[in-house]
């Protein structure tokens, strides 16, 4: 989806909802607010669960971001450009194995849906 927002959350829960409709699906989310919007229609087979606030290590995809604002600290970007390239210089840094090393977790590496490292 182009954008995190209400519209585009709405259309992925009824898509989602309509494979293997007959089954329940379990939807583990953080806080953002376009998935609490009142104006949200969740379907019938879809359960929202949401992580509580300020618990990262159960959002593993949180200790890249502090990788990156770690790597931004006292760092000075003139111009929009400058900033786009200094990111997109870091993702492409990130590979299966800097994302497995950095979001290794006790409880994920133990866990059989975790690729063998």
Not at 24 to 48: E, S, T, Y
Not at 88 to 103: D, F, K, R, S
């Amino acid at each position: 989806m182009p954008h995190c927002n209400t519209d585009n959350f709405q259309m992925y829960l009824n898509q989602f909802s309509k494979h293997k409709p007959q089954k329940l699906k379990v939807v583990v989310l953080d806080n953002g607010a376009f998935h609490k919007a009142k104006r949200l229609v969740i379907p019938a087979n879809i359960i929202l669960i949401f992580l509580p606030p300020y618990s990262p290590e159960l959002n593993p995809a949180e200790k890249i971001w502090w990788n990156f604002k770690r790597d931004f600290a006292n760092k000075l970007f003139h111009n929009l450009p400058d900033l786009k390239n200094y990111v997109c210089e870091l993702c492409t840094q990130l590979n299966n194995t800097v994302v497995q090393n950095t979001c290794a977790y006790n409880y994920i590496i133990l866990s059989k849906f975790w690729p063998n490292l």
